[in-house]
Antibody, heavy 116, light 108 residues
Framework: EVQLVESGGGLVKPGGSLRLSCEAS????????MNWVRQAPGKGLEWVSS????????YYADSVKGRFTISRDDAKNSLYLQMNSLRVEDTAVYYC?????????WGQGTQVTVSS | EIVLTQSPATLSLSPGERATLSCRAS??????LAWYQQKPGQAPRLLIS???NRATGIPARFSGSGSGTDFTLTISSLEPEDFAVYYC??????????FGQGTRLEIK
């Protein structure tokens, strides 16, 4: 059974940092591209970042470029999102999702709240 | 950046009725459109990929059609569990990957 489990969210002050993790199981992690997407309270879905298998590519939304870094550790079946210089507008539920044609599996999300 | 516009914003229907949701792209995305369903407090779930391919385990009452700039998600006969928010997503020309703003399907 494919599972994606996010962790690392929490409450942080503006300008602070957090590192999100997404642990994958039930599939061969190193064969798939992965993604982060977020959803602000009461809002729609916003793509954040994507990473190819074998680190073939790393892309970011303009809203997070230069502040967030996506990475993966295939030995640990894990995806990461290092978030620096956090802003109030980064407050959202952050989901990881697997790419297989479309985004076929999603985690349950982790809440990030940026507030003073 | 490709903009996806979903209509209507809210659709009020009764169980058993047919639902038709629209997604329009600002430029051609060929067939590279997906549909997702999201219920409150849950992660989105893939329904349709590449405009018309039902994902594994998705009931046959869900169907997708379209190509280029105009796409449709149809639910042939609404079940109580179908009332949710639906998003379209394009992966034709990225980055960025973009989503529509969502259609809320509510019980009339």
């Amino acid at each position: 059974e494919v599972q994606l489990v996010e962790s690392g969210g929490g409450l942080v002050k503006p300008g602070g940092s957090l590192r999100l993790s997404c642990e994958a199981s039930g599939f061969t992690f190193n064969k798939y591209s992965m993604n982060w997407v977020r959803q602000a309270p009461g809002k729609g879905l916003e793509w954040v970042s994507s990473i190819g298998y074998n680190n073939y590519y790393m892309y970011y939304a303009d809203s997070v470029k230069g502040r967030f870094t996506i990475s993966r550790d295939d030995a640990k079946n894990s995806l990461y999102l290092q978030m620096n210089s956090l802003r109030v507008e980064d407050t959202a539920v952050y989901y990881c999702a697997r790419t297989s044609n479309s985004w076929d599996f999603w985690g349950q999300g982790t809440q990030v709240t940026v507030s003073s | 950046e490709i903009v996806l516009t979903q209509s209507p914003a809210t659709l009020s229907l009764s169980p058993g009725e047919r639902a038709t949701l629209s997604c329009r792209a600002s430029q051609s995305i060929r067939k590279y459109l997906a549909w997702y369903q999201q219920k409150p407090g849950q992660a989105p779930r893939l329904l349709i990929s590449d405009a018309s391919n039902r994902a594994t385990g998705i009931p046959a009452r869900f169907s997708g059609s379209g190509s280029g700039t105009d796409f449709t998600l149809t639910i042939s006969s609404l079940e109580p569990e179908d009332f949710a928010v639906y998003y379209c997503q394009q992966r034709s020309n990225w980055p960025p990957i973009t989503f529509g703003q969502g259609t809320r399907l509510e019980i009339k």
